[in-house]
């Protein structure tokens, strides 16, 4: 698909550079520079997202925001790995506010349910909030599945904070208690269900031309998730005997 004009492909957000001030008052270069690394980031958040990260170079990039200088990226942002970090951090923030706000909400709730959704709907609602057409689940999509980065930039942030600590203790309890490897099977499954879901959801109404029901999605992945929380674990039937004439 051919890149459309960066002025037409991100329409005012809460993303988009600040558009209170005065048209008659002069941008300082300070305001430029701010400006000029933000249009970087959403362009280059579009762009992973759609073709994948090592898909895009940096010149595509700068070509891509409308900039004439090849070293903008490097000198607006850093490196490559710099970019990807970036555009997730500035996703994380807003996402572990409302996680924030969940956890402690559900503090003292005994329903596994409960527990889910206070790490699953922060998500979905910041998707919701990012307004049509929006990139960051297809890019978070294909942050995940690259081999080129491992589990501490794909979950940059999250284990650390004490809040999700908090949470992911709660969700957890809910779950039978399990060996390792079925454990990490069930945990990966999760994430893997919450991504590519969502990234799909954010694909088909990019196609459509239409805002996400991420309503919906949250409440059905919340309610997938608990499934896979709760769910008995079964023991292995046991492998059937050879008759031996």
């Given at each position: ?132 057409p929006s990139w ?10 690259d081999p080129a ?65 991420w309503d919906m ?29």
């Amino acid at each position: 698909m051919p890149d459309a004009e960066p002025d037409k492909m991100f329409p005012m957000s809460s993303t988009s550079p600040d558009s209170s001030s005065s048209p008659d008052r002069p941008v300082s270069r300070k305001e430029q520079r701010e400006a000029t690394r933000r249009l970087l980031l959403r362009t280059a958040e579009r762009l992973f997202a759609e073709r994948g990260l090592s898909q895009v170079s940096m010149r595509q990039l700068v070509e891509a925001a409308g900039q004439g200088n090849n070293s903008a990226v490097k000198y607006h942002v850093g490196t490559r790995d710099d970019l990807i970090r970036e555009i997730i951090r500035t996703h994380i923030e807003p996402i572990l506010r409302r996680t924030e706000e969940r956890v402690t909400q559900v503090r003292d709730s005994d329903d596994p349910r409960d527990h889910v959704a206070s790490l699953v709907l922060p998500y979905t609602e910041h998707l919701a909030g990012l307004g049509a057409p929006s990139w960051f689940a297809r890019f978070n999509a294909q942050v995940a599945v690259d081999p080129a980065f491992g589990e501490e930039l794909r979950s940059l942030g999250f284990p650390r904070i004490p809040i999700y600590q908090e949470g992911a203790a709660a969700f957890w309890r809910g779950s039978p208690d399990l060996p390792p490897a079925e454990f990490a099977l069930r945990r990966q499954a999760m994430r893997t269900v919450v991504i590519h879901t969502c990234a799909d959801h954010e694909r088909l109404a990019a196609t459509a031309g239409e805002p996400g029901d991420w309503d919906m999605v949250g409440e059905a992945l919340t309610d997938a998730i608990t499934g896979l929380l709760v769910a008995p674990r079964r023991p292995p039937k046991p492998a059937p005997r050879k008759h031996h004439r």
